[in-house]
């Protein structure tokens, strides 16, 4: 491939599936691969230990310009997620992290400040990249942009699956509320709203397989790169 470091973007809602598709797609391409929510649940993370308010916005972007984090892809490490030199990945898929996550993510210079700290995702030979703004904002020019979609009530019972297997007890009629409560959060906001880029490929993943959904991506991988 001549040209720029290819780029493949998964968007769409929570539940939708981006993060299981991102990453065999990624195993599959033997591509980089960056998960954009990690970022936003980290920062969440750090202003919660550093005790800082949603409408600290000064000190919230100075905090994630300087997020000391790490996405180790080898060594005893590898798939860990790193804040301040230890191990988060449990932490940061807590709900109350997911939940300040998405209030900072509607702070347009928090935004901001994570920009080029995602772009340096960019290495040969690819990026698989899994968001919401992926596609819109931060590689608008990415030559496959695939938007991932399900229904709200198969995306609670494939986060409640997900929590009771990781033996956390949750009430679905919950989820749902929350899952609704974040999508309009996410779709609403005025800086990068969740919403598909004009040239992205929607899928509905709620009657399909990983496999099925992969596949399709593939295809359309092929075809362009
Ligand atoms: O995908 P996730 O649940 O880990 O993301 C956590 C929050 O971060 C989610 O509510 C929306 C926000 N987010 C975002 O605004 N832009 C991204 N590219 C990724 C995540």
Redesign the pocket.
């Known amino acids: 491939m001549n040209g720029p470091i290819g780029v493949v973007t998964i968007?769409g809602p929570?539940?939708a599936g981006?993060?299981t598709i991102a990453r065999v797609l990624a195993e599959r391409l033997g591509w980089h691969l960056l998960?954009?929510?990690?970022?936003?649940?980290l920062l969440?993370l750090a202003s919660l230990r550093a005790d800082m308010g949603p409408g600290e916005v000064d000190r919230l972007a100075a905090l994630a310009e300087a997020l000391d984090i790490r996405f180790p892809t080898a060594g005893p490490e590898a798939g860990e997620v790193i804040l301040d030199g230890a191990v988060v990945s449990d932490l940061?898929?807590q709900e109350a992290?997911?939940?300040r996550?998405?209030?900072?993510?509607?702070v347009p210079v928090v935004?901001q400040a994570?920009l080029d700290r995602?772009r340096a995702f960019r290495q040969p030979p690819g990026l698989v990249?899994?968001?919401?703004?992926?596609g819109t904002?931060?590689f608008p020019d990415a030559p496959v942009k695939i938007f991932l979609t399900a229904s709200a009530g198969e995306r609670a019972r494939r986060r409640h699956k997900q929590l009771m297997e990781q033996g956390v007890a949750a009430n679905l009629a919950d989820l749902l509320q929350e899952l609704r409560a974040?999508d309009q959060?996410?779709t609403q906001?005025s800086v990068?709203p969740?919403k598909p880029a004009e040239d992205a490929v929607t899928i509905d993943t709620t009657d399909l397989s990983v496999e099925a959904v992969v596949n399709a991506v593939m295809e359309r991988v092929e075809a362009r790169l």
Not at 35 to 41: K, L, M, N
Not at 129 to 134: P, T, Y
């Open positions: 968007d929570g539940g981006k993060g998960d954009s929510g990690a970022i936003y649940r969440a940061i898929r992290c997911g939940e996550a998405s209030v900072l993510a509607a935004r994570l995602q990249a899994d968001g919401r703004d992926m904002v931060v974040r959060r996410d906001r990068a969740l």
